[in-house]
């Protein structure tokens, strides 16, 4: 039918028997990509992405790239047998000290231990007959070191008795390690990355023998000497007033034969750059009621169901989300709605509002009017847009697109908090950056063992990841407080938490006979 004016309409019928054969074209087109992707996993993925998985809906691969060749069938196999070497003896020369083995190559450097009765009124009626030698693993960064202390062993004239200086207090009772390399150890594998075996590697090649029970010893009891260090850490960040927290994934412990049990770390960041990593087993509510307790203030996440369970238990905490994580949905509908590509530019005009706040300084007061008169006119738009895009007739229930809209508007409550609030990031990007020693460590040494090896995990690298947070550096921090600790007050044991001892101790920090040497 035409109209007065030559155009066509549209019957209604019509109209709608093409929106729904659009509708259908788009799933059809959203299967192909994803039958797609998987052929390419097939194609290029690694190795554990190469399964073949028995799916009926799936097209033959071989119907797309033609007719290849199949690999030949394997080559028989025939039995051998094999006479296996002993192991590599010790060599002759290699000193050996109560279980401290090293070799010509091991560089050594001696101290020498003064008597004291050889400064006193009677110093006359002794004399050095002899010396005894202790001697201690050290390690410089990158090196290692033999410490050899000449202990004089005296002769007491006048009850013809010997005497000897005793040897050097360890931080580790019995322990032959000195505490640069007990610092070096927990920098190197958990800041750096290295897992106890390549240090064990490292040490082998050169020209040290120490067994790798004895390096995890090593870190477990100098991880005991710094826990409560980490809980007095924790304890200050709950008193902040705005908490970010977030979870990351971690394979630890055995849930069955030749299986890792899945947990889970919980990073939770506080006002003054501090941040614990809390650990379970769970990734239920349960574990945030019992970390977080009774805390006020507001707390800022991503939108796992668990933060809203244990918002809607405590009238005194306010929920904030994190705008990052919603631009991430709108970032993986783009490839199939170009209205999306809306709501980006409308959240990057937002951080443009933000950066313009970090870069003028502003706080407080100030920095409040910046949001409500910039920003909150912006918000309120983006909002009224998404609920103009829901309305839309060609928008399906399943598409990226439509997920990230129904996301903002069930959040929307949420993520306006940071209008309202000076002290409320954004975002969880800070929270981010710091996690990222977790998954970047789980590629090193892929899972813990045991629970109580991820508890320390989560120990050692609250500490170490607040000491970069902080400007320490963790080997300098180390070296002082594990010798500072077993003398240190409990009641002022928070300030030995990289934020405090940055003001009180980093000046003059403790260090390690290796540099008293020089």
Not at 51 to 73: T, Y
Request: charged letters at 25%.
């Amino acid at each position: 039918m035409e109209s007065a004016s030559g155009s066509s309409t549209i019957d209604p019928l019509q109209h709608a028997k093409i929106c729904a054969d659009n509708a259908q074209l788009r799933e059809e087109r959203d299967a192909l990509k994803q039958q797609l992707d998987w052929f390419k996993r097939q194609l290029f993925g690694r190795k554990s992405e190469k399964r073949l998985i028995d799916n009926p809906d799936q097209l033959d691969l071989s119907a797309l790239l033609g007719d290849v060749d199949r690999p030949s069938e394997p080559p028989p196999t025939e039995k051998i047998s094999y006479t296996r070497r002993k192991g590599k003896q010790r060599s002759k020369d290699c000193v050996t000290d109560s279980g401290l083995r090293f070799d010509e190559r091991v560089p050594v450097e001696s101290i020498e231990l003064s008597a004291p009765q050889l400064h006193g009124p009677e110093a006359d009626q002794y004399e050095i007959i002899d010396h005894k030698i202790t001697r201690k693993l050290a390690q410089r960064p990158g090196s290692y070191v033999v410490l050899e202390y000449r202990r004089p062993i005296l002769k007491d004239k006048r009850l013809a008795t010997l005497l000897e200086v005793p040897a050097p207090s360890s931080v580790l009772e019995n322990s032959l390690a000195d505490v640069s390399f007990l610092a070096g150890l927990l920098v190197d594998k958990f800041a750096y990355h290295l897992p106890l075996y390549r240090q064990h590697q490292r040490l082998a090649d050169a020209g040290i023998t120490l067994s790798r029970s004895t390096l995890t010893r090593y870190v477990q009891q100098a991880i005991g000497l710094l826990q409560p260090i980490h809980d007095a850490q924790w304890q200050h960040i709950l008193q902040s007033k705005v908490l970010a927290m977030d979870e990351t994934p971690i394979k630890a412990g055995r849930s069955g034969k030749g299986k890792m049990r899945q947990t889970w770390y919980w990073p939770i960041y506080g006002e003054n750059d501090e941040i614990c990593f809390t650990w379970s087993t769970s990734r239920g509510s349960d574990h945030v009621i019992a970390q977080l307790g009774d805390f006020t203030g507001t707390l800022l996440t991503d939108g796992h169901k668990a933060y809203d369970v244990y918002a809607r238990k405590r009238e005194a905490v306010t929920q904030a989300q994190c705008w990052v994580h919603l631009r991430r949905y709108f970032e993986r509908a783009l490839a199939s709605d170009l209205a999306a590509k809306e709501a980006l530019d409308i959240i990057g005009e937002l951080y443009r509002i933000e950066r313009e706040i970090r870069e003028r300084q502003l706080t407080d007061q100030a920095k409040l009017d910046c949001r409500s008169r910039q920003a909150r006119p912006i918000v309120d738009a983006f909002f009224a847009w998404c609920y103009t895009q829901r309305q839309r007739m060609d928008l399906v229930d399943s598409e990226p697109l439509s997920k990230a809209l129904v996301y903002a508007e069930n959040h929307e409550d949420q993520l306006k908090v940071y209008l309202g609030d000076p002290a409320v990031p954004m975002d969880t990007n800070h929270l981010e950056r710091a996690l990222r020693v977790i998954p970047m460590g789980r590629k090193a040494w892929l899972f813990n063992w045991t629970e109580v090896g991820a508890q320390q995990v989560g120990v050692i690298q609250s500490l170490l990841t607040t000491c970069r947070l902080h400007d320490v550096n963790p080997y300098t921090y180390l070296v002082d407080v594990l010798q500072r600790i077993a003398l240190h007050p409990d009641r002022d044991i928070e300030q030995l938490t990289p934020r405090c001892w940055k003001t009180l101790f980093a000046n003059k920090p403790l260090v390690s006979d290796l540099d008293h040497a020089h």
